[in-house]
C-alpha cells in the first residue's frame, strides 16, 4: 500500500512569487492536515481538509491557501513568498473524519526561498 | 489551548541501552489522543505510537512503550534496546477529539552512541 506522496519534494523560489505544493493521501484516506516546519517556530498546523471542505485552519496569513478534489489530493498554495517561508512543508493523511490514532505524513516537501 | 512541552532538546544514548523521552502536555478537554514520531534527517515523519486518554493501558509497540501518567499529564515514550538507526529526532504529539488537528512539542533529538 502507497504511503502519502508529496510532490515536488524541492523547490527553490525567489521572494514575491507563488508556490503549489501537492499532496497525494494514502488511498482510501479522506482527511488531509498540512504542516509548516521551521528550526524557529518548530511544527506548526496550516490546514485541514475533509472531503473537499476545509475543517481547521492555523494561524497563518492569507497568503497561505488549499484545497482538496474530489480524489482526496491536496495542494497548498502560498502566495508572494517571504524569506520566512523557506521551511519543509509536510501533509499528513487520515482514514476518517475523526481518525483517532491515524495519522501518516509524506517526506515533505522542502521550500527554500531566496 | 493545548500545549506540549519536551523539555529534553538533545541527548546520548549507548546503543543497546534504553531510553526515556519526555513529554508534559495541558488541554482541558478530557477526550485526547497523544503520538510519538520519529524524524530521521530525510524529514519524513514516522509513526511511532499513540495513547487516548481513555486508554486503560500504556500503549506499546514493540521496542516502544509509552508511560502514560494521566494525572500528571505526561507521556514519556520509552525507546529499549537503542539502535543505531533510532538517532533522529522525536516528537510528541497531541489532538483533540474533534479533527485531525496535531499540536507538536519541540522535539528530542536523540543520538545512539556505538
Known amino acids: 500500500k502507497a504511503g502519502v506522496t508529496q510532490t515536488p519534494r524541492y523547490l527553490i523560489k525567489t521572494r514575491g512569487q507563488q508556490v503549489t505544493l501537492s499532496c497525494s493521501p494514502i488511498?482510501?484516506?479522506?482527511?488531509v492536515s498540512w504542516y509548516q516546519q521551521t528550526p524557529g517556530q518548530g511544527l506548526q498546523f496550516l490546514f485541514e481538509y475533509f472531503s473537499e471542505t476545509q475543517r481547521n485552519k492555523g494561524n497563518f496569513p492569507g497568503r497561505f491557501s488549499g484545497r482538496q478534489f474530489s480524489n482526496s489530493r491536496s495542494e497548498m498554495n502560498v502566495s508572494t513568498l517571504e524569506l520566512g517561508d523557506s521551511a519543509l512543508y509536510l501533509c499528513?493523511?487520515?482514514?476518517?473524519?475523526?481518525?483517532?490514532?491515524?495519522?501518516?505524513f509524506g517526506p515533505g516537501t522542502r521550500l527554500t526561498v531566496l | 489551548a493545548q500545549k506540549i512541552t519536551q523539555t529534553q532538546p538533545g541527548m546520548f544514548v549507548q546503543e543497546k541501552e534504553a531510553v526515556t523521552l519526555d513529554c508534559t502536555y495541558d488541554t482541558s478537554d478530557p477526550s485526547y489522543g497523544l503520538f510519538w514520531y520519529k524524524q530521521p534527517s530525510s524529514g519524513e515523519m514516522i509513526f511511532l505510537i499513540y495513547?487516548?486518554?481513555?486508554?486503560?493501558q500504556n500503549a506499546t509497540e514493540g521496542r516502544y512503550s509509552l508511560n502514560f501518567q494521566k494525572a500528571r499529564k505526561s507521556a514519556n515514550l520509552v525507546i529499549s534496546a537503542s539502535q543505531l538507526g533510532d538517532s533522529a529526532m522525536y516528537f510528541c504529539?497531541?489532538?483533540?477529539?474533534?479533527?485531525?488537528?496535531?499540536?507538536f512539542g519541540g522535539g528530542t533529538r536523540v543520538l545512539v552512541k556505538p
Open positions: 495513547q487516548g486518554s481513555y486508554d486503560q
Open positions: 504529539a497531541m489532538r483533540k477529539a474533534a479533527g485531525n488537528k496535531l499540536t
Open positions: 488511498s482510501g484516506h479522506r482527511s
Open positions: 499528513a493523511s487520515s482514514k476518517r473524519e475523526e481518525s483517532y490514532n491515524e495519522q501518516f
